[in-house]
């Protein structure tokens, strides 16, 4: 093995871990991103509901509204009647006519005010959801641009640091770099780690003093049984 080989493998992870670590901060932008956009939807839904929510409220008025003007009209009605009565026997009875169309009357204009009263609710609400949509759509603009600005930008320093790894890795001997592909691709971490004092620097697991000194001759890379990491000399 060429002597630079460990050395341009660190060079690779860390190019690896630059690479990782953009990345990982473009999907946490993302992520952001997506959750500012669900909640402006999810307010846009709840207006939605609220506007239809206020359109029946205002249905049920205009229905309360017409039972009021009827229920005045009959009671209205009944009492002139009333008037033309000529004996006790029918005055007893449009007495009881007009005591029935004026309880039908204030129990219809009790539901003109509530029908009112929802309204009044519903329209607030919904001023109030508005206002808010209106105020966090500014405030989500300015962060969803920031946070676009600063994806774009690390997506194209995240381009730049791959085409930088793909240079260093054709300068790689092909079996070395395989392994290193190997090791990394099954690991959350780095690829490589130093031998610390005759202790793997990963997992600290005593590395045997026979295979200490094939590291330290630096002829082949040599990996860790326990956790699999390529190891080399912190010199």
Known sequence: MEG???ESLLQLQEIDGSIGERQNRVRTLRAESDQLVAELETLEKETIALKARLESVEADLRHAERTVQAGRATLKRLQARAQEVHNMREHAAARAEVDAARQNLEA???????AMQDQETARSALADLEGDIASR??????RLG???AERQRLEEEIAIDLDRRSNKALRIDERARTL???VRGGRADNALAPLVEGVCGHCYTAIPLQTQQV???????????TCGVILHTSE
């Not at 219809?108 to 509530?114: G, S, W």
């Open 4 to 6: 630079n080989t460990v």
């Open 108 to 114: 219809a204009e009790d539901e003109l005010l509530d």
């Open 137 to 142: 759509r500014d405030e989500y603009s300015d």
């Open 146 to 148: 920031e946070l676009d």
């Open 180 to 182: 290193y592909d190997t």
């Open 215 to 225: 590291i330290r001759a630096g002829r082949v890379l040599v990996v860790c049984e």
